[in-house]
């Protein structure tokens, strides 16, 4: 009986170690279990005070938006983008871009919202505005996650712009007309019309002659930058004879061809080039410029090769 109470004694004190042990683990777990909830409740409130920072950020953004899904339905409109395009968010939350093509208010800005170009940047004039529309593939770790589409109303910026280039557009011209009148009285001056001058009286005049060329030339090349951004660069085609160009050309820059010593050498076609439909002044514009380059980057004494020929293949017979 003694043996009996003594193995009996020592089973209830083991017995009780493993589960003073395993009462020590659960605590232990249950404390883990506790700081894991709270870090992940943290985690989530945090998450929750971003979403809504981002929201925020959706809601009051100064352009519109609009978000799509991997399947092009619309998830999400802003305000800015709701008031851009006149519409109701109940009205396109949740249909496939494609749908939207039946509000005939939005229809002319569809197109753009399904380019399928990777990232889109256009401006399209809209009702009463000029928006710049940009669309942009939503990618994450090589999925499609849909699209991102900006709205932004670029009508005031170019109405500023406009402004601008009308007033630089103003000023060039009145500045070429005297420089113009400049021109012809000092050609008048060379031709000996107000009596004869000396030998360096006429050496002045060319020099004046020429700067004076030189800034009309500046004047109307920056005309015609005003003109390409504005979209109004018209051209003048006439049938012309691009050898008799050229030639011109380079007797117009005889001077400086005998000031650094360069020797021109222009290598006419075997045969005639035919006549062929371009503006005149914009080719002669682009030679001058190529002829200017080339004396301008060539040492003295040097030797520039001009050559004509036809390929049969960038210059169609009808014109360009």
Known sequence: IYIVAVLFSVVIFFAGCYFFVKINDLKKEKAGLAHLLEKNERKFRNSEIEKNRIYEVFLHFRDGILVADENEKVLMINPKAKKLLAIKEKDIKGLPLMQLSRLSDIKPLIPYFLSLSG?????????????????????????????LIVLRDVTNEKAREKEKNDFVLSAAHQLKTAMSSAKWSLKMFLDGDFGKLSQEQKNVMKRLYKINDSSVFFIESLLNAIKIEDSAYAYNKTSVDLQDIVQNVIAGFQDKIKNKKIKIVFKKPVKQLPKIML???????????????????????????VSLENSGENIPSGGI
Request: glycine content about 6%.
């Open 119 to 147: 990232v889109l940047k256009e401006e399209v004039n809209f009702k009463n505005f000029i928006i710049e529309v940009s669309v942009m593939p939503l990618i994450f770790s090589v999925n499609n996650m849909g699209r």
């Open 279 to 305: 503006d005149k002044e914009k080719i002669e514009s682009v030679i001058q410029n190529l002829l200017d380059n080339a004396l301008k980057y060539t040492g003295v004494g040097a030797v520039i090769e």
